[in-house]
């Protein structure tokens, strides 16, 4: 991590800037150090936060690797999560309350938004502090749940274009 660290920087920034003479228009992403005139919000990113956000999100990614491991044969985990209501409420709470929290927590700590007027210029500054375990955990529980609202889309458009089966 360290490596990644050192070639990655400490943030990554996606600078806007536009001023109005001369009229002009830039867009900055830069790794490493925050952009001059930006300094370090409050807190930043704490190993709690990440932990939390993986308890969070585990229960649902663990049935839906069950899930997974169902389609191709080996059906013993999911016969363990349907056959557990404890397992099924855990899963829907982390579905409908766990994602949420943990992508909200995890950013919460990583996230810095900034927007700064001078005259004549107006700048807006969107910074994510490199912290792995936090973009691990927002990733994952954006593209789990993502996957998940995804599915409920296409069986929606599916049940309202005649498939029975879909509804």
Do not use: K
Request: aromatic letters at 10%; one cysteine or more; charged letters at 10%.
């Amino acid at each position: 991590m360290a490596w990644l660290r050192a070639h990655v920087g400490e943030w990554i920034s996606i600078r806007a800037h536009a001023e109005r003479a001369p009229l002009r228009f830039t867009l900055t992403l830069t790794l490493g150090e925050l952009p001059e005139g930006w300094t370090r919000a409050r807190g930043h990113a704490r190993t709690w936060a990440g932990i939390v956000g993986l308890i969070c999100i585990t229960p649902f990614v663990l049935l839906l690797a069950a899930t997974l491991l169902r389609s191709v044969g080996l059906g013993a985990p999911y016969a363990w999560f349907s056959a557990s209501p404890i397992a099924i409420l855990a899963a829907t709470v982390s579905l409908f309350i766990g994602i949420p929290v943990a992508i909200a927590i995890n950013l919460w700590r990583i996230t810095h938004v900034g927007f700064q007027r001078r005259s004549g210029a107006v700048e807006g500054l969107v910074a994510l502090e490199f912290a792995p375990l936090h973009l691990i955990v927002v990733l994952a529980a954006v593209v789990v749940g993502g996957l998940f609202f995804g599915h409920l889309a296409a069986d929606s458009y599916a049940c309202l274009h005649g498939v029975r089966s879909a509804c």
